[in-house]
């Protein structure tokens, strides 16, 4: 039931602010039992954020207006989300009033979406050194890199039990190459250089998927 209100919503607003400007769009990123979380893109520069309730079927905000959420992510427990606001990450607890702010110790930047391992820890893919790597950071901002390369990127981590997909992009003079790597999910820090060349290294859990 709540999948085919997500889908009819998403269309019924899609048409309706498309018919009133080429600018200005609603569209859905998330849903629970509870609601449905929806991004409305005022303008190219201007978001807000809207929570329709499948069962009063009214709509509220869902956060202050000074906020631009990117990457939201529903917390495993479900007691609040998370999202990248101008580059900081941040924590929205239903019971709180203010998203609370997980400030980078080191300097990381340009993060991407981040995604939740447990009800306490996320990872995600960030700049550091010119280079993307894996970083794991706790709600008591904890940082770590756990997966990091001076020759190559990675991007997009997805755990999957106990392991974690990701993307990585080989850089060279002539042309990037991109593959998909899996590896054991660790707190240990993994340095990978050169893996193919050097079958001997201490990767041997990290291996090419496709």
């Known amino acids: 039931m709540l999948k085919k209100f997500f889908i009819y919503y998403f269309i019924f607003f899609s048409i309706s602010l498309s018919c009133i400007d080429a600018h200005e769009c609603i569209y859905p990123v ?3 039992q509870k609601a449905v979380y929806l991004i409305h893109q005022i303008s190219s520069s201007n978001i807000e954020l809207l929570l329709w309730n499948p ?4 709509v509220t905000k869902g956060l202050q207006a000074r906020f631009n959420p990117a990457g939201l992510r529903l ?3 479900n007691v609040g989300f998370s ?5 900081i990450i941040k924590v929205q607890f239903f019971h709180k009033r203010s998203p609370r702010s ?5 300097p990381v930047y340009d993060i991407n979406i981040i995604e939740w391992a447990d009800n306490n820890t ?5 700049k550091k050194q010119n280079r993307y790597s894996i970083f794991q950071l706790t709600l008591d901002m904890q940082l ?3 997966i990091s390369s001076s020759n190559a990127d990675f991007f997009h981590p997805q755990k999957v039990g106990k392991n974690v997909f990701f993307i990585e992009r080989e850089c060279s003079r002539k042309q990037n190459r991109y593959r998909v790597l899996k590896s054991k999910y660790t707190t240990n820090f993994i340095k990978y250089d050169n893996f193919i060349e050097d079958q ?3 990767l041997s859990d990290l291996y090419l998927f496709i």
């Not at 069962?55 to 009214?58: A, E, L, N, P, Q």
């Not at 999202?83 to 580059?87: I, L, R, S, T, W």
């Not at 997980?102 to 080191?106: A, F, G, H, I, K």
């Open 75 to 77: 917390l495993p427990n």
């Open 83 to 87: 999202f990248v606001d101008n580059g």
């Open 102 to 106: 997980l400030e980078l110790p080191d």
């Open 30 to 32: 998330l849903y629970s």
């Open 200 to 202: 001997n290294n201490s």
């Open 55 to 58: 069962i009063t079927k009214k």
């Open 122 to 126: 996320c990872y995600f893919s960030a």
């Open 144 to 146: 770590d890199c756990i």
